[in-house]
């Protein structure tokens, strides 16, 4: 199966750059995932990136994925108060025939006025 | 809007009571995958279904049990509840059985007290 960590929380001011990272553990992982939860809703599909690209840009969103030490990061630029929620990681399970996602605990995203 | 429904939106039930979830996938999406996302365990892949057949298990009890039904919708039966069962119940749904993005529900948030 595949970990995947975060760091819980991160704080930024409105107009700045946001970075969340994770870590993975496990490289099959085709593709992963960023997921955005507010408060008391499901969970949105932000943005997703292929294990063989080396960044993806969508908007304000940016991916970088750096396949040898396996860390993955969301890039927000611009970031505005209706950006704050949690942002999750998630690698999906591509080595067998399961399609189930790994998900990291979550980044609590607080933009400040 | 994922167009994958979720029914009910809430839920309050006690303890060794029985209650059924209900999801409706994305029109075209054959598969459904059902999560569990409490404080303490994060979010949880607990069963897939395919067109109808199970495909996948998670981390998923014994006295939970889930289905697919011929027009694709699914439910998730919690029969035997305990107090940790309370959480938030994500269903998604994806086009095919893996390489597929999945697209998530607004979730059925339990209490069982």
């Known amino acids: 199966g595949e970990d995947v960590e975060q760091s819980l929380f991160l704080s930024v001011r409105e107009g700045d750059s946001s970075v969340i990272n994770c870590t993975y553990t496990?490289?099959?992982?085709?593709?992963l995932y960023w997921y955005k939860q507010e408060p008391g809703a499901g969970l949105q599909l932000l943005t997703y990136?292929?294990?063989?690209?080396d960044m993806k840009q969508d908007q304000r969103l940016t991916v970088l994925l750096n396949k040898k030490d396996k860390h993955l990061s969301l890039r927000i630029a611009d970031t505005q108060t209706g950006d704050s929620a949690i942002y999750f990681c998630?690698?999906?399970?591509?080595?067998?025939?399961?399609?189930?996602?790994?998900f990291g605990r979550g980044t609590q995203l607080t933009v400040w006025p | 809007d994922s167009g994958v429904t979720q029914t009910p939106k809430h839920l309050i039930t006690a303890t060794g009571q029985r209650v059924t979830l209900r999801c409706s996938p994305r029109?075209?999406?054959?598969?459904v995958y059902w999560y569990q996302q409490s404080l303490d365990q994060g979010l949880q892949f607990l069963i897939q279904?395919?067109?109808?057949?199970?495909?996948a298990k998670g981390n998923i009890l014994e006295r939970f049990s889930a289905q697919q039904f011929p027009d694709l919708h699914s439910e998730l039966n919690l029969s035997s509840l305990e107090l940790g069962d309370s959480a938030l119940y994500f269903c998604?749904?994806?086009?095919?059985?893996?390489?597929?993005?999945?697209?998530f529900g607004p979730g059925t948030r339990l209490l069982v007290l």
């Open positions: 279904y395919y067109n109808g057949e199970e495909r």
């Open positions: 496990d490289s099959s992982s085709t593709y």
């Open positions: 990136i292929f294990s063989n690209m």
């Open positions: 029109s075209g999406d054959l598969s």
């Open positions: 998630a690698g999906a399970d591509r080595g067998s025939t399961l399609g189930r996602l790994y």
């Open positions: 998604a749904s994806s086009v095919g059985l893996t390489e597929e993005t999945q697209y």
